[in-house]
């Protein structure tokens, strides 16, 4: 056995350019670019912030 650790498994890196919404959950229709800046989702309770984080898991 090799004294190494085991390397994680090969990931691959992904950008969202556009994000198209609708009639998912609670956003009946909208579009984000988020560009090439890092996103963060700032909302009240109920606003949709994790809507938007599912719909992303779903690509």
């Known amino acids: 056995m090799s004294s190494e650790a085991a ?28 560009g090439d800046a890092p996103v963060v989702l700032v909302g009240p309770n109920g606003a949709g912030k994790t809507n938007i984080i599912e719909a992303v898991s779903f690509l």
């Open 7 to 34: 390397s994680p498994p090969f990931r691959r890196a992904a950008r969202v350019r556009r994000l198209s919404l609708v009639n998912f959950r609670s956003w009946r229709h909208a579009v984000l670019d988020p």
